[in-house]
């Protein structure tokens, strides 16, 4: 991202955070394309074949952000790991409501070319890591903030360290930590 770019996210924010009446129409083309990357990022997780498109996490991530009487954005990190936080509650909820007896439980809708081949389900393993990040959270909010911004927001470490305001090292420290710990929570 240019520093013109940047500058002015952070005045957008700024004004939106004012409640100046324009600001939320400009500002989502101004942060739009981040936010691509971040819900791509995450998508890149999901299961082919998925009906949630990356530009529609990107709409309602969005809605999410800007429907919020005070959102508290301090700055233009702290407005894309609300981004990332929202667009993990998605794809949790609709994991969630996919998993739900009265959708239709575990059952997925395959075509003929994919019945040949078995693929695991990763709305359970979604839920799995959403669970596993609550305990974390329970343990350390640090890590697990850490594991969201880093694994469903997609940002880089020294992203993550302005987004919580600490070193890159700490953070780097938390991460290789948060990882160790849900690798051996989801193991079990």
């Known amino acids: 991202m240019t520093e013109a770019r940047a500058s002015r996210i952070t005045q957008l924010l700024e004004a939106f955070r004012e409640g100046k009446p324009k600001a939320a129409d400009e500002l989502l083309p101004a942060v739009y394309e981040e936010l691509r990357k971040l ?15 990356a530009t529609a996490l990107v709409h309602d991530a ?29 794809l949790v909820e609709r994991a969630r409501r996919k998993a739900r007896i009265r959708h239709g439980g575990d059952q997925e809708r ?20 959403d669970q596993a990040l609550e305990r974390l959270a329970a343990i350390d909010t640090q890590m697990a903030r850490v594991v969201v911004l880093k694994y469903f927001g997609g940002l880089e470490i020294d992203e993550v360290a302005a ?24 193991t079990r």
Request: proline share 3%.
């Open 62 to 90: 969005y809605l999410r952000l800007v429907g919020d009487a005070d959102p508290g954005w301090a700055n233009r990190a702290h407005f894309f790991a609300a981004a990332a936080e929202a667009m993990r509650r998605i």
């Open 110 to 129: 395959v075509t003929l070319e994919e019945s040949a081949c078995v693929q695991p389900e990763d709305a359970a393993d979604l839920l799995a890591i």
């Open 39 to 53: 819900a791509r990022a995450r998508m890149a997780h999901e299961r082919p074949g998925q009906t949630l498109q």
């Open 163 to 186: 987004a919580m305001d600490l070193s890159a090292r700490s953070v780097n420290r938390l991460w290789t930590a948060a990882r160790a710990w849900l690798q051996r929570e989801l």
